[in-house]
């Protein structure tokens, strides 16, 4: 009831709030035209944070003015006070120094104050200018982990450096910060599993998500849109990028950070997982000169990763490569890298056309998402290049569907797709602590079950011996039983009985059907192999597939 009374008055706070603050506005619009000038509402504007540091902070408060945004020479000035002969002074020094032209406009005096308090965050703190982040490591991260519920004496650089330096060591994949109506909620991916960490103070709130703002570039008087950004942190020597996120909620803005590990795009096509007859099929349609190879599965199952993998595979002397990306998440030397950005009018689409004309051998387009995109792919794999790509599909038969549901016609997809592979990452076994393990008597005839529906041509990869393992935890794996990831996959590769199926417009069951019969593995059955080297749990395989 408490909770509930609580809501209602901070409710009742806010419409109250905004009332008063529209009056004001509505008051500074109406007087703006006394002055002959252009009104704005700074609350609602962008402010550039580079143009902030034009007006020191003196200056700002005795002219009643910020420099809100600059774009080359141009310069918007926002002022309560037009006739300030301080004001004209300074505008003219700028101009005889540096050249820049004012625009003035009329704001209100709500929009002033809030944008001096950016002063405070931006112009009086030189460190926050820095464009690199220097963690300082620590010898105990569970202990400083701890500190920081009760961190009253701890800055948010502190907080910050401590949270990076804790999730590089565990080695989280993201970052979250989820603000709750008492604390703010730290929680880290470790292998594709959020685990909670830290219960921050409320109080760190505004100064946590305005600390990320800055580093990452993104306004800071903006916190009802969402808003991307990326730095870069420094640890032992070795930089990191991070991509970063920034969401409005219910009790305030939430960021989720992506630490690019840098690892991840050097990996060798032979690390990802591929064993077996699966291994042998993707090495053989990676070694010709034209054709795609769609990878499928859902957000964060490894997709870019692998293309990546391929990539490296691929980048041989006389061969050009050309990525169409959305973001880059990693640089790859000797590929010409290539970002999506609707802005400026480049999409998939007219990125591969424009890439089309750089004389490529290999292409590599972020995710297909529109008819046009695939269409366009699809005719450049016809047309003598490697065309790599990625799909959002459950499993590798569905690709087939989800193109011809794109509206692509069947004759452009059945000579153009060499292969589909379906992915998951399941979380690789601790080594120090792992132990044979005894399953349950009905989860062994599930396995059972699965394992005998193993095609004729695999079957020589199941062991006679059945036998499994676990991981208890231990020190080494942060008491969780496992260390890393690894892929599972199924592949189906084409030939003519696909081609065939392609163009009577099967269903993607009976596409998966053919697969089976010519020697596909399922990932269940690929996770069941790996489970039996000892690399993962039986549990963990199923808890993947959902089968």
Do not use: W
């Amino acid at each position: 009831m408490q909770l509930q009374d609580n809501r209602k008055q901070k409710d009742f706070l806010r419409k109250f709030t905004d009332i008063n603050r529209k009056m004001e506005e509505d008051e500074a619009s109406a007087k703006s035209f006394e002055f002959g000038l252009p009104y704005i509402n700074l609350d609602k504007f962008p402010v550039d944070l580079n143009a902030l540091g034009l007006f020191t902070d003196k200056q700002s408060q005795e002219t009643g003015s910020v420099v809100f945004y600059r774009e080359g020479n141009d310069l918007r000035v926002g002022t309560t006070d037009p006739n300030s002969p301080l004001l004209r002074q300074y505008l003219d020094k700028l101009h005889d120094q540096h050249g820049y032209k004012a625009t003035i406009y009329f704001i209100s005096n709500s929009s002033l104050l809030q944008t001096q308090q950016l002063f405070g965050k931006v112009v009086r703190e030189p460190e926050r200018h820095e464009e690199n982040v220097e963690v300082k490591p620590e010898t105990d991260y569970n202990a400083a982990l701890k500190e920081l519920e009760s961190a009253a004496a701890l800055s948010a650089t502190e907080l910050i450096s401590i949270i990076l330096g804790a999730a590089e060591k565990y080695k989280a994949s993201d970052i979250h910060l989820e603000p709750e109506e008492k604390f703010i909620k730290l929680r880290f991916r470790l292998d594709g599993v959020l685990s909670d960490v830290a219960h921050l103070p409320s109080s760190y709130q505004k100064t946590i998500i305005s600390r990320i703002k800055i580093l990452s570039k993104m306004k800071l008087n903006v916190e009802t849109q969402p808003q991307d950004g990326r730095f870069t942190f420094i640890l032992r020597g070795q930089p990191t990028d991070v991509r970063v996120s920034v969401l409005p909620g219910a009790y305030g803005e939430g960021v989720v950070m992506r630490i690019l590990n840098a690892a991840e795009a050097g990996l060798k096509f032979e690390d990802l997982g591929f064993v077996g007859r699966s291994l042998e099929l993707i090495r053989n349609e990676l070694q010709k000169p034209n054709g795609m190879i769609l990878t499928t599965g859902p957000t964060g199952s490894g997709k870019t990763t692998t293309l990546y993998a391929f990539l490296n595979l691929l980048n041989q002397p006389g061969v050009k490569i050309i990525t169409l990306e959305d973001p880059i998440e990693y640089k790859l030397e000797g590929v010409n890298q290539t970002p999506v950005n609707g802005n400026t009018g480049m999409t998939f689409a007219s990125g591969l056309r424009a890439i089309l004309r750089q004389d490529p051998d290999v292409i590599m387009v972020g995710e297909i998402r529109d008819q046009e995109t695939a269409e366009t792919a699809l005719q450049a794999a016809l047309t003598g290049h490697v065309v790599l790509s990625t799909l959002h599909t459950n499993d590798a038969a569905g690709a087939i569907p989800r193109l011809r549901n794109m509206g692509v016609a069947a004759y452009v997809i059945a000579p153009a797709v060499n292969a589909v592979i379906a992915q998951r990452l399941v979380r690789r076994l601790c080594p120090d602590c792992k132990k044979e393990q005894k399953l349950d008597p009905f989860v062994l005839q599930r396995v059972k079950q699965v394992l005998d529906a193993i095609p004729a041509v695999a079957k020589a990869e199941v062991p006679q011996a059945l036998k499994f393992y676990h991981s208890e935890g231990c020190d080494k794996c942060n008491h969780t039983g496992y260390r890393g990831r690894i892929g599972i996959y199924e592949v189906i590769v084409r030939n003519d009985k696909l081609e065939k199926l392609i163009m009577s417009d099967a269903s993607s069951m009976d596409i998966k059907k053919a697969a089976v019969e010519d020697g596909m593995l399922t990932m269940t059955q690929d996770g069941l192999l790996k489970a039996l080297q000892g690399t993962t749990d039986v549990e963990e395989v199923f808890r993947v597939t959902q089968d």
